[in-house]
């Protein structure tokens, strides 16, 4: 698999830095990684960088991950870039909602590496 | 947003206490690879120098606390990033991320909750001299595990 650019959006950092290495274990091979810690500064790093995937907690301050879905998907440049939710809410309207805003993947948390692995590997054209 | 009263009156006829059991454990063991059971809590009461929090909004009213020594905060710091937290900030941050995990998979577990129930952004409290009074004064679970032999404590304070 080629390496991937992925954006990060967590308001916590030890998250983002699990969601990392969660990737790497997952057998992803990163290019570049870029971090964001709410939907705002998701959209600004969106538009500043080439990426392959998103990954978006929904809970942040500024702007929740939904409303950075719903955002994204009016820019030209997140076309065709998946965003896979990675989030403690884990309802089934939060899911729909999610789906519908334009988000490809949902991950609960807690998850294990093999839940990444499962949830990530199909939205980017390959095989779990 | 109201506070549901089936929900207040599920609180008050339904146990909880093993559901936020099931939930602290799964938590505990899938993002700090370690197997963690409840204990007595009257005879491991946590030196509560971390203080994690997060509010519980709509559906389920209240908050969700978890506490413990600066050692055992720095000891699941460390056991989630897999390495030494590099400053307090970090030990604050793993630690609330752990509590956000617990409220969401508790409330996840409670049929019926779905999106009525909102959690807030997790704060976090260093230092021992403090007193918590929360307006959520109603009934109460609490489950106290031992992580690397000390001391963690986790509360959920509903209102009534």
Not at chain 1, 53 to 82: H, Q, S, T, Y
Not at chain 2, 89 to 101: H, K, P, Q, S, W
């Amino acid at each position: 698999m080629d390496k991937i650019r992925a954006l990060i959006v967590d308001d916590s950092s030890v998250m983002r830095k699990i969601i990392e290495r969660s990737l790497r274990q997952a057998g992803i091979e990163l290019d570049k990684v870029v971090e964001a810690s709410n939907g705002a500064e998701a959209l600004t790093a969106l538009q500043a960088n080439t990426l392959d995937l998103i990954l978006c907690d929904i809970n942040m301050p500024v702007m929740d991950g939904l409303e950075f879905v719903r955002e994204a998907a009016k820019l030209e440049c997140a076309k065709g870039v998946p965003i896979v939710m990675i989030t403690t809410e884990g309802s089934e309207a939060h899911v729909v909602q999610a789906l519908t805003a334009g988000a490809r993947g949902y991950i609960r948390k807690p998850f294990t590496a093999d839940q990444v692995k499962e949830h990530v590997l199909p939205v980017l054209g390959k095989k779990p | 947003m109201s506070t549901d009263t089936s929900f207040v009156t599920r609180s008050k006829e339904e146990n909880w206490l093993p559901v936020l059991e099931l939930a602290v454990e799964e938590v505990f063991e899938i993002m700090l690879g370690c197997r963690v059971k409840p204990v007595a809590p009257a005879e491991h009461t946590p030196n509560g120098e971390f203080t994690a929090m997060i509010g519980l909004a709509g559906a389920l009213c209240g908050i969700l606390t978890v506490c413990c020594s600066a050692t055992t905060a720095g000891q699941i710091a460390k056991s989630m990033l897999g390495d030494a937290a590099k400053s307090a900030d970090e030990v604050g941050d793993a630690l609330g991320e752990v509590c956000n995990m617990i409220a969401g998979n508790f409330k996840n577990k409670l049929a019926g909750t779905d999106e009525r129930c909102m959690l807030s952004v997790p704060s976090v409290v260093s230092g021992g001299e403090y007193s918590l009074h929360s307006l959520a004064a109603g009934n109460a679970v609490e489950t106290v595990l031992l992580f690397e032999g000390a001391p963690v404590a986790v509360r959920l304070q509903l209102q009534s």
